[in-house]
């Protein structure tokens, strides 16, 4: 039957589209347009005597019901061929069987029309439209209708505001509070908040102008009809509303605010008032206040904070001492932008002012603690009204003289400044086009600003720098350890707008106020060398604030600094010495090009510092200087770069875990800045060739320490960037070679590095080194000492998943075949096994199965191992004797290229004499087993600044 009367449906439609006579699609349209208007009479008189008496047969009023059904379902495909009389007519008809209850008609009559609406043309016209909008809205009213009727309905009375507006507004002016009013009513149940809000959001985007709004000859526009009736609408849910209304509400509102933006306070002022007493409720109960907070937020973006503090003041009653709207405080905190400096000093100052007055009168400590909280917040509402101000060239001057003294005097008040200070200068020399853009400013909008205006504004911030710097330079001797970084982060902002000579002056008149002398000829007195030490990091953290913007003349006297601070004993001098030596290098090319041989000389003379944070800096000074030989290194020798590489692959070994991430990330971040070098970018063969090859040529020292350290580095190398096996087509070879060694600790690194290798290469890449790294490989699988057999499976393994067990088997030797038959079967059952082993177990084994696919990093292997070696490690001692590397070596012999000088390296160098027997633990010293497994899954310690 359904086929049947989808047929004669399909049928209708074809006849009523192939009509070509406008006479005859008349006729047929009266024609149709009788039918439906008898089926729809007799249905909703049906629908309506159910309701009232229930008298009606259920089986005939199931017939009329069906059949009416059947001709609005005719009716949706019949509306494109419809002349527009009679779908005005069919529209009324349909309005007749809507009532306020729900019906079986209901879901087919509000698809019917808004096929209707969507065919339309906005110059058509409905009869009783008002009425049609009046049925809609008392459908809406009624909760108890199925939901999706109900979006039904809202939309299609968005969908009539939309349509028929156009040409007539003025008929519409009593249908815009009937139509956002009822849809504003769903807003208020759980169900149907959601949709609504989306739907009023929809609207007040579409309907909304923002420029007929401000214009003044249309103060009765349609626009302002909708916001006023939305503005009606919306507080009268909020009057509804016993506790804080729901983020859906509170979303709307939100949306409007912005829409509004200036304006908003002409129309919305009651409904700020209303969630002002929201707020003020919900702050002496503390509830969750997050959406209302972000709604009056919407409000101080919108308006701004002047026009709203003069809506919700906040204020202090002197006679009880009582606050009032201090709830926006923190608000004003996050959303304050784009306002006016001016603004804070004749208002927000004021206002900090009262509870500090009111705070020093007051004897109750529990009072006096809440107006002190009170006036930090006030305080520290300055980082927000300094974030992209409209008038900083005008007021910074008057701003300026309200903060100098607090800097001095106010330690409240100086982180405040600090962060203050940095958003201005930061936020105009980002539109200069200086790299200085403020993180977290530089998300809110930059309102009104220019490159003209930029440059006004620096200039007046730096006609205040001199003052600024030299209150923060004196605060900077003084504060607390942990507040010192934004102390020095503020100076170097300062700095960068201020005269070189200022700068100079300032520092050394720091010199002598510290009476620190840049020679060292300090005469020692037990006494005072605790708080001379102390003045000489101040004073190297001062300087390492300024080097970004000093001149030559004064980054010598630094430097000069520099020199006789490296030579001291104290480990907090000789970090911040480092420190401020790698600032210099990072920001002087001039200095690091004229001082060079100089500084090599220095820094290779001292001894190697045990602490860490110094080791790191040292080897960032190295990390720039090493890279700086290499570019400037033709076809010479680079006897300084291999000293320092020396070192650092020598600190590889060292028996601290610490020192050896060091080194780690050191040599990551060599070989990550040298490949996006433009010279390593345009050529095969620049610095990044040039810098592994001299790791490579470490793998011909003569010491087993030195090679494992350099196949160490080359495995770091090999997992950041395995292309270099393509631009260095022997690297792999060298390394392969080694195993021919009778070193054990070479053999381990060699086997780590193949790890690493095979982890890192794509199939089709590792396919070709195949046949090479198995003929190195396989004969240490008969040696189960020192779990190289184990070893050796886990990169068969590795290969046959990645190349696929058969290409791997065909390059096997005959005497071989057992082993790796061996080893793919168990490698099957492994994962044929896989779902009912434990947990554990699935993670003992989760490097060597085949879903353990996922890259790591080589250090993260290297587990913590100070002189805790295995039997094995020390049998390797004995057998092929613990060396002794030191750094800086010099016995250099100038007549050999790389592989020929790093030999010549390997076992001297000057300075501290680290202790490096077998404490190197990486690939090659992983375990078999569940341990091997879990050093290959272990996670590496925090990266440490600023090597990377």
């Keep these: 039957m359904l086929q ?32 439906f208007e008898t089926y729809m009479s007799l249905a909703v008189e049906t629908v309506s005597s159910r309701s009232t008496d229930g008298s009606k047969d259920d089986k005939f009023s199931k017939c009329e019901q069906l059949e009416a059904l059947h001709m609005l379902n005719l009716l949706k495909f019949l509306v494109p061929c ?35 609406l969507r065919l339309l043309e906005d110059e058509s016209t409905i009869p009783d439209t008002l009425e049609i909008v009046t049925t809609l809205a008392s459908y809406i009213s009624t909760k108890q209708n199925p939901v999706d009727t109900l979006f039904s309905a809202a939309a299609l009375l ?41 739907i009023l959001k929809e609207m007040i985007n579409r309907h909304i102008d923002l420029d007929i709004l401000t214009d003044e000859n249309n103060v009765e526009s349609k626009e302002s009809r909708i916001v006023k009736s939305l503005c009606d609408a919306l507080l009268k849910i909020l009057n509804t509303h016993k506790g804080t209304p729901n983020e859906h509400t509170l979303a709307v509102i939100s949306v409007l605010f912005l829409k509004l933006g200036k304006i908003s306070h002409i129309y919305m002022e009651k409904i700020l008032l209303k969630l002002a007493s929201f707020m003020t409720l919900a702050s002496e109960n503390t509830s969750d206040v997050k959406h209302l907070q972000q709604c009056i937020g919407s409000a101080v973006v919108a308006i701004g904070p002047d026009k709203l503090l003069a809506v919700l003041p906040i204020s202090l009653d002197a006679s009880d001492l009582t606050c009032s709207n201090t709830w926006l405080i923190p608000i004003l905190k996050e959303y304050v932008n784009g ?9 927000i100052v004021p206002i900090a002012e009262s509870f500090q007055e009111a705070c020093q009168k007051v004897k109750k400590s529990a009072i006096r603690e809440q107006l002190q909280s009170q006036a930090r917040g006030s305080w520290g509402l300055l980082p927000s009204f300094c974030c992209y101000p409209n008038d900083t060239y005008k007021k910074f001057g008057s701003l300026a003289k309200l903060l100098i003294p607090h800097i001095k005097k106010d330690a409240i008040m100086l982180e405040y400044i600090a962060i203050a200070l940095q958003h201005l200068v930061k936020q105009n020399r980002s539109f200069l086009g200086d790299n200085q853009g403020d993180d977290e400013a530089s998300k809110l909008p930059k309102i009104s600003y220019s490159k003209k205006i930029a440059t006004k504004n620096i200039k007046a911030l730096s006609s205040w720098s001199e003052g600024l710097l030299k209150a923060f330079t004196k605060v900077l001797f003084r504060v607390p350890f942990e507040k010192r970084a934004f102390v020095k982060d503020t100076i170097k902002c300062l700095a960068s707008i201020s005269e070189s000579s200022t700068i100079k002056a300032i520092f050394v008149s720091s010199l002598k106020r510290k009476e620190v002398d840049v020679s060292g000829d300090n005469a020692k007195d037990d006494k005072s060398s605790s708080k001379k030490n102390a003045n000489k990091c101040l004073i190297l953290e001062l300087a390492s604030s300024v080097v970004g913007t000093a001149s030559m003349d004064l980054i010598d006297l630094i430097y000069s600094f520099i020199k006789e601070s490296l030579k001291e004993e104290d480990d907090h001098i000789q970090r911040e010495a480092y420190a401020t030596l790698y600032k210099i290098l990072e920001e002087s090319s001039e200095f690091r090009s004229s001082k060079f041989e100089e500084l090599m000389d220095l820094l290779l003379g001292l001894k190697s510092p045990v602490d860490i944070t110094s080791l790191r800096w040292r080897f960032s000074c190295f990390k720039n200087l090493l890279i700086h030989s290499i570019e400037i290194t033709s076809d010479g020798e680079n006897t300084y770069g291999f000293r320092m590489l020396n070192e650092i692959i020598v600190t590889l070994k060292d028996s601290k875990e610490e020192s050896r991430k060091v080194a780690y990330d050191i040599l990551i971040g060599m070989s990550c800045t040298l490949q996006k070098t433009p010279s390593s970018l345009q050529k095969e063969k620049g610095p990044y060739y040039e810098f592994v090859t001299m790791i490579m040529g470490y793998l011909s020292g003569s010491s087993p320490h030195i090679k494992s350290g350099a196949v160490s580095a080359l495995s770091l190398v090999i997992y950041n960037d395995s292309k270099i096996c393509k631009l260095m087509p022997d690297l792999v070879p060298s390394i392969l070679e080694l195993l021919h060694s009778k070193a054990i600790e070479v053999i381990k690194a060699v086997l780590g590095f193949l790890k690493v290798l095979v982890l890192s290469l794509e199939g089709k890449d590792l396919a070709s080194l195949l046949s090479d790294i198995l003929s190195g490989l396989l004969p240490w699988s008969s040696v189960s000492r020192h779990h190289f057999k184990s070893k050796v499976t886990v990169i068969l393994e590795i290969m046959m998943r990645k190349c696929g067990s058969a290409s791997v088997k065909s390059l096997v030797p005959e005497k071989y075949r057992d082993f790796v038959k061996d080893v793919l079967e168990n490698r099957e059952g492994k994962k044929n096994s896989q779902e009912g082993v434990t947990t554990k177990t699935d993670h003992e084994s989760s490097d060597t199965t085949p879903n353990s696919g996922e890259k790591r990093k080589p250090n993260e292997e290297y587990s913590r191992e100070s002189g805790k070696r295995k039997r094995e490690d020390k049998h390797s001692s004995s057998s092929y004797g613990a060396r002794k590397f030191s750094r800086g070596g010099k016995d250099v012999d100038s007549s050999k290229k790389h592989f020929g000088h790093a030999k010549s390296m390997d076992g001297k160098s000057q300075g501290t004499k680290r202790k490096t027997t077998t404490s190197f633990k990486n690939h090659t010293s992983s375990s078999s087993g569940a341990k091997k497994q879990k050093q290959w899954t272990r996670k590496g310690n925090k990266k440490n600044a600023p090597v990377t």
Aim: glycine share 4%; hydrophobic share 40%.
């Design 339 to 347: 306002s006016s400096l001016g603004f804070f000093i004749e208002s």
């Design 4 to 35: 049947v009367r989808k047929c004669a449906q399909d049928c209708v439609v074809k006849v009523f589209k192939s009509f070509q006579s406008s006479l005859v699609k008349k006729s047929a349209s009266k024609l149709f347009f009788k039918s």
């Design 158 to 198: 968005e969908n009539f505001l939309t349509k028929f507006q156009v040409g007539d507004a003025n008929k519409w002016n009593s249908h815009y509070s009937l139509v956002i009013g009822s849809i504003a009513g769903l807003l208020t149940s759980e169900a149907t908040a959601t949709k609504a809000s989306n």
């Design 82 to 116: 419809l002349p527009s009389k009679e779908i005005s007519k069919t529209v009324v008809e349909l309005q007749k069987s809507i009532s306020a209850k729900f019906s079986p008609l209901t879901r087919h009559v509000f698809d019917v029309m808004e096929e209707i």
